[in-house]
């Protein structure tokens, strides 16, 4: 099952809305509809194609910040995989794109580029699926950093559509204006699915709650809601 931060190896043709509140410092909160989230087609065989929504920011203040977040995009490129027989993993390398076209106080300003490699394993009903990697931005190194990004995910399956997960979610900045800081998050969450709507459409509903155990974290925690309709 596809959990609710870690961007799984599997390929899937769904589509996908994510809701998002956060508790950030000083106060803030930030309401994310969408998350980003959209749709995702599988043109061939090997390929998934990602096209992110924008999604929508709202913060209780200033008022005037409210609006929508960058464009962003994903290649999945599948380049090992086996079914349970035959060893039960799979390995994938993706491609995500950044387009600097959201509103102000809501865009990087820069497009991004992140290189990613993605594996996973089952052993029966557990799995575990990671990603590791990095976020270049275009010209803005000095302010934005190039981080590196991990995050790892452990599922076991219940009753065969209940899917309780623990997820690890690691950022560390080398450079840019937050050089030097660690970040990491524990999500906790339950994914419910896949349950049949009609031929191959289906439903899948997720919610979690992530929490930030480093110190200097970019928001305190984030309450996610997940639903997604595969096909």
């Known amino acids: 099952m596809t959990p609710l931060v870690t961007v799984t190896p599997r ?3 769904e589509f996908r809305y994510d809701q998002i509140w956060q508790s950030r410092p000083n106060g803030q909160t930030l309401d994310s509809f969408g998350g980003g989230k959209g749709l995702e ?3 061939t065989e090997k390929t998934e194609i990602i096209f992110g929504i924008p999604a929508w920011q709202s913060r209780n203040y200033p008022d005037d910040t409210n ?3 960058d464009e962003n995009l994903l290649l999945k490129y599948r380049v090992l995989a086996a079914n349970e027989e035959r060893g039960n993993y799979i390995l994938t390398l993706f491609a995500g794109f950044t387009l ?3 509103s102000q106080h809501n865009t990087q300003d820069h497009a991004t580029f992140a290189p990613t490699i993605a594996f996973g394993k089952g052993w029966g009903d557990f799995d575990v699926q ?3 990697g990095a976020s270049v931005p275009d010209n803005a190194v000095g302010s934005l950093g190039t981080p590196l990004l991990a ?5 076991y399956r219940l009753a065969k559509v209940f899917w309780p997960e623990v997820e690890v979610n690691y950022t560390y900045w080398p450079n840019g204006e937050r050089q030097g800081i660690h970040q990491v998050f524990i999500t906790t969450g339950l994914v419910i699915g896949r349950i049949p709507i009609w031929e191959r459409l289906g439903a899948t509903v997720g919610a979690g709650f992530q929490i930030a155990v480093t110190e200097r974290p970019v928001y305190h925690n984030s309450s996610i809601l997940s639903v997604r309709f595969p096909f």
């Open 130 to 132: 990671a990603t590791l």
């Open 67 to 69: 609006g929508f977040a």
């Open 41 to 43: 087609l599988i043109p």
């Open 100 to 102: 600097p076209t959201g």
């Open 11 to 13: 390929l899937e043709q």
């Open 151 to 155: 995050n790892v995910a452990f599922q």
